[in-house]
């Protein structure tokens, strides 16, 4: 399968202009030659995650771009996986949507790994799931998630040969060796598509069963354009 990773800059200080950008690399992802049969943008993409869930909650958006995200997926016809801001009453989640080339809601996975800072503002996930794709079953994992070779593990118990992550890192390169090691471990794709925060260094990539980044992107914006081979990773 054909991915294109979009690595785009979020801009704190202008936050409705990250929605519209990540829609328009949309566009841009979905006119590849071969066409990508997935899409992924980073994590914080809604340009809504703050450490005050007052402020977060107040803004109408948080809602509303899943929505308008999957209008796009639905006009360009991929499937299309993002880092979103999700609520739950008062609760708020660093979560993950994908989305079919219908636009439906295929899966998402809200973030489980977080910090003691994090958990002042941020509620932890509770569930891993995985779905049957054409391209073989694939899990979802949301920032540090990925790191932790239990939850990568669990998802690979369940059937997983490919695992997409959506991140927003400042320190991603030096993630990179305990990735690889992890997607080693466990004989599985990993897909980190990162998103360039104040100060992050990117390094969205594709790393494959062996442990070898087959692809990655430096510190700049762009698209990142791979192939899957998901069927080498049955057993």
């Not at 054409?134 to 920032?143: E, I, Q």
């Not at 762009?222 to 057993?235: A, H, M, Q």
Request: contains cysteine; negative net charge.
């Amino acid at each position: 399968m054909n991915v294109a990773l979009i690595q785009m800059r979020i801009e704190d200080e202008t936050r409705s202009g990250n929605p519209r950008r990540a829609l328009e690399r949309v566009v841009s992802a979905a006119e590849n030659d071969p066409p990508a049969d997935l899409i992924g943008l980073g994590g914080r993409v809604d340009g809504l995650w703050r450490p005050d869930p007052v402020e977060a909650l107040s803004l109408a958006m948080v809602d509303a771009f899943p929505e308008v995200l999957s209008a796009k997926a639905r006009e360009v016809g991929t499937h299309v996986v993002a880092g979103v801001t999700e609520t739950d009453g008062e609760r708020l989640y660093d979560s993950a949507v994908w989305l079919d080339a219908d636009g439906d809601l295929l899966t998402r996975h809200r973030r489980i790994m977080l910090s003691e800072v994090e958990r002042r503002w941020l509620t932890p996930g509770t569930d891993l799931r995985v779905h049957k794709m054409p391209w073989g079953t694939a899990g979802l994992l949301v920032g540090d998630d990925v790191c932790s070779s239990w939850l990568v593990g669990s998802l690979r118990q369940m059937g997983a040969s490919w695992i997409v992550s959506v991140c927003a890192w400042k320190n991603g390169r030096r993630r990179g060796e305990s990735l690889s090691a992890i997607a080693r471990e466990h004989g599985v794709w990993l897909v980190v598509v990162n998103s360039l925060i104040a100060g992050g260094d990117g390094q969205t990539r594709i790393i494959n069963p062996t442990g070898r980044v087959v692809v990655e992107l430096g510190n700049e914006e762009g698209i990142l354009n791979g192939r899957i081979e998901s069927e080498r990773t049955s057993r």
